[in-house]
């Protein structure tokens, strides 16, 4: 069933939902520009972990969707925000991307290479994931039991086009904690809905007025669930109609869209827009 009701404020997932690889889906530029002329709040909140919030808004302006960035919220932003917040003093080992080490930086977190003073070891999705670095990771779990580790986001893969993907941070958690005996401790980005959340705090918005869309039911589904809000499966993506039709009550989805074009009232002008 597509959406009978307008929202103040709109999250949406990026890839599979607004494009696959290079290519915007059918839609979705129309009703981002209608949601800005019906003044709705849109954010973007992607668990793609190798772009900081600039890196984030190069690649949906070079796709032709325009936005601010202040609507982008990052995995890599959340994570730093976590270790300031909790472990301000902690020494951190980033195994990710340039831009997690670079905003980890910019926060004033400690940034170390030896296993002896690691506090806090990172996941993310290390494109130069090898030996050595794992070694380093483990030396801190496992011969100075000192280290707790958390991740930027838990999935396994991200879609870049029909039926290919690449992999993500899964496997790097999964490295550490087979050698190493250990669990992550903490898995910022979707389902865990800190982000969410505290975006809808700062703008003051009900999460009842809330819609988050998005093509993946384990993340995208699963944070409006946790966070309260409503939430819209687009079969543009990593699921089908089939997934939506299994989907157990803990899961199911208040709306259901082909593409991103369904995405507002079908009478757009007749339905109440909430103040
Ligand atoms: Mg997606």
Known sequence: MTPERWYQAYFFDIDGTLCLGDTVLPGVIETLQLLREKKRVIRFLSNESSSDR??????????GIDCDSEEVLTTIEATSAWISERYPDAKVYPMGAPDLTKNLEKNRIQVTESPAEIDIVIASCDQHFSYPKLAKAFDAFYTYKRAILIATNPDRHGPNGPNTATPDTGFVIAALERSA??????VM???????????????GISPSDALMVGDTFETDIQVAHNAGTDSAVTLTGDSTLEDVVAAGPQIRPTWVVEDLSQLVPAAADQVPLPS
């Open 181 to 186: 005996g250990i669990e992550c401790q903490m």
């Open 189 to 203: 980005g979707k389902p865990n809905p800190t982000m969410l959340i505290a975006e809808l705090a700062k703008l």
């Open 54 to 63: 600039e890196g984030h808004v190069r690649r949906l302006k070079k796709l």
